[in-house]
Structures are given as C-alpha cells and as structure tokens.
C-alpha cells in the first residue's frame, strides 16, 4: 500500500485494512493529514487562525500582548 500523505510504500495488516485503518505508514504522516483537514475545515467555517470572534477581536484590539479584559 501506499501513505496517503507521503505516498511511501508500507505493509498494512489485514485486520487494519478491513477496519478502514492502515491508509498511514506512521502516526506522524496521520496526524500531519488530520491537521490539514481541521484547518480546512476552519477555514470553511470561516474561522481561520481563531476560535471565535471574540478571540479574533481581541488579537486585533490588543496584538501580541497577553492582556485578556476581565481576567486575573
């Protein structure tokens, strides 16, 4: 089989292909995978680099200090 990510040749058992598993040849190359597909999917949403608008707001408002209004 060939890793759906970096496209290099690896051995998948049975049981795993059966499941739906073993599309990966590492842990690495799945998780790298599902980080691009999150990201999309926030982009999508129209999300981007932020949680919510809030969070996106206070970014603007403050850049890159790590003062948060109302907290401790």
Excluded: L
Excluded at 45 to 72: D, M, N
Aim: proline share 1%.
């Amino acid at each position: 089989m060939k890793c759906e990510r970096c496209k290099q040749e690896f051995r998948a058992r049975v049981a795993d292909r059966k499941r739906g598993w073993g599309r990966f040849c590492s842990k690495r190359c799945k998780a790298i995978k599902q980080e691009f597909r999150a990201r999309v999917a926030d982009r999508k949403r129209g999300w981007g680099r932020f949680c919510s608008k809030r969070c996106k707001a206070i970014k603007q408002t403050y850049g890159r200090r790590s003062f948060i209004p109302g907290g401790g």
